[in-house]
């Protein structure tokens, strides 16, 4: 079976972060009531701990990324990112 590892960057104090994290949240529990993806496992940093991840995100958070490939940042489309995840194929 194939993992999605779903990264959230974001900041304490933001407020799309905040949205974003919601929108998270409710498309993997949704999904894994369903069992109709593969396993998800979700992770999230603050960029305020990574100065590299700081210089490249400062303007663009959040940030999901799918396996480490950025799938989306500021506003979080829940179909998107439900469609992005029952995509992770096995050698994902």
Known sequence: MSTARVTLLGKPGCHLCDD???VVT???SELAAHG??????VEEHSILDDEALLDRYAEEIPVVLIN???HNYWRIDPER???????VGPDA
């Not at 109709?36 to 496992?41: D, F, K, L, N, T």
């Open 20 to 22: 974003a994290r919601a």
């Open 26 to 28: 409710r498309v993997v």
């Open 36 to 41: 109709a993806a593969p396993e998800i496992v």
């Open 68 to 70: 480490d490939r950025v």
């Open 81 to 87: 990112l439900r469609t992005a995840l029952l995509a």
